[in-house]
């Protein structure tokens, strides 16, 4: 494997950064996750506009145009030979001293990994996936705003755990207000009498990639999508439940707390949205081969 590490190619072995990154003594920088179906990376103009509202608003000066980050992240998955794969994009502050300060880092380092993904088991597409309310909350607005897609993922991460000590894969998260945001790595969505509700970026949400064309697909097949509020008890009395985000694509939701979601199967509408996004990322993306 090639690592792209600020313009230079490392063998997996060699590719390192220092221990005085800001990124690793602070979780100070951003990231994307991103898809490469069938020789095109999958909505790269849209990874690559979210990484920088990222970075701008952590006020890092990225190193790179966004042109360049285009280019690098194609060139990365040529020479690694991806058809289909997943990549990991990561932009930190950059190397520092041991304080806080973030002016002592004189540059930013991107890092761009092209490799494979590990994708839930096929069986929990087939049959849907359990899912539990969790204590830790959405970060606050006025915290580490939760759009922003920093390198800081413990809340995400103490969520994930406590998903995974109530025998679930995901969690679903909450605002400090108690309206539902998101799960740990991907958006949320309910769909009741035929028409899609998702909660709002408001809510605590990430402006995932996912859900936009989600919406878009769905938009386009004639349904309604609105995005209020959500409770808990909206969740437990839909017809249909699913997640989405780059990673896991669309996953049916059969049980959210012990309650069985619709008659306990993935959705026909969730299974006619999971396969239009499939027919989708075969066909668009910045290709990678001439
Ligand atoms: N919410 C959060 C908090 C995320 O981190 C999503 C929603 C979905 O957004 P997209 O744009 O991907 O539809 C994410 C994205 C991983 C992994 O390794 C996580 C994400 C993406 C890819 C891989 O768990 N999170």
């Given at each position: 494997m090639k690592i792209f590490i600020d313009g230079r190619?490392?063998?997996?072995?060699?590719?390192?950064?220092?221990?005085f990154d800001h990124g690793l003594l602070y979780g100070d920088g951003v990231f994307e996750g991103i898809r490469a179906y069938n020789g095109r990376v999958f909505k790269?103009?849209?990874?690559?506009?979210?990484?920088?509202?990222?970075?701008?608003?952590?006020?890092?000066?990225?190193?790179?145009?966004?042109?360049?980050?285009?280019?690098?992240?194609?060139?990365?998955?040529?020479?690694?030979?991806?058809?289909d794969g997943y990549i990991r994009l990561v932009v930190t502050r950059g190397v520092g001293t041991l304080g806080l300060n973030p002016n002592?880092?004189?540059?930013?380092?991107?890092?761009?990994?092209a490799g494979k993904i590990q994708l839930y088991p096929p069986e929990l597409y087939e049959r849907g996936m359990e899912i539990v309310t969790v204590p830790t909350t959405r970060n606050l607005h006025n915290a580490v705003n939760p759009a922003i897609k920093s390198l800081n993922y413990l809340n995400n991460i103490l969520a994930k755990i406590e998903a995974n000590n109530a025998g679930c894969e995901e969690a679903i998260m909450l605002n400090s207000e108690g309206f539902v945001s998101e799960c740990t790595g991907d958006n949320l969505f309910i769909i009741k009498d035929g028409q899609l509700f998702t909660?709002?970026?408001?809510?605590?949400?990430?402006?995932?990639?996912?859900?936009?064309?989600?919406?878009?697909?769905?938009?386009?097949?004639g349904y309604r999508v609105a995005e209020p509020n959500l409770t808990r008890h909206d969740l437990f009395n839909a017809d249909e439940c699913f997640l989405t985000?780059?990673?896991?694509?669309?996953?049916?939701?059969v049980k959210i707390d012990g309650r069985v979601i619709g008659d306990g199967q993935p959705g026909v509408i969730t299974q006619k949205l999971v396969s239009q996004y499939h027919a989708l990322t075969k066909v668009s993306g910045e290709p990678i081969y001439a």
């Amino acid at each position: 494997m090639k690592i792209f590490i600020d313009g230079r190619y490392y063998d997996e072995r060699s590719a390192k950064i220092s221990v005085f990154d800001h990124g690793l003594l602070y979780g100070d920088g951003v990231f994307e996750g991103i898809r490469a179906y069938n020789g095109r990376v999958f909505k790269l103009k849209e990874h690559i506009d979210r990484l920088f509202c990222s970075a701008k608003s952590i006020l890092l000066t990225m190193p790179m145009s966004h042109a360049e980050i285009m280019r690098a992240v194609v060139e990365t998955c040529r020479r690694n030979k991806v058809r289909d794969g997943y990549i990991r994009l990561v932009v930190t502050r950059g190397v520092g001293t041991l304080g806080l300060n973030p002016n002592r880092c004189k540059r930013g380092s991107v890092i761009i990994i092209a490799g494979k993904i590990q994708l839930y088991p096929p069986e929990l597409y087939e049959r849907g996936m359990e899912i539990v309310t969790v204590p830790t909350t959405r970060n606050l607005h006025n915290a580490v705003n939760p759009a922003i897609k920093s390198l800081n993922y413990l809340n995400n991460i103490l969520a994930k755990i406590e998903a995974n000590n109530a025998g679930c894969e995901e969690a679903i998260m909450l605002n400090s207000e108690g309206f539902v945001s998101e799960c740990t790595g991907d958006n949320l969505f309910i769909i009741k009498d035929g028409q899609l509700f998702t909660p709002p970026l408001s809510a605590g949400a990430l402006y995932g990639i996912t859900r936009s064309v989600v919406m878009e697909i769905a938009g386009e097949s004639g349904y309604r999508v609105a995005e209020p509020n959500l409770t808990r008890h909206d969740l437990f009395n839909a017809d249909e439940c699913f997640l989405t985000g780059t990673g896991a694509e669309i996953v049916p939701i059969v049980k959210i707390d012990g309650r069985v979601i619709g008659d306990g199967q993935p959705g026909v509408i969730t299974q006619k949205l999971v396969s239009q996004y499939h027919a989708l990322t075969k066909v668009s993306g910045e290709p990678i081969y001439a």
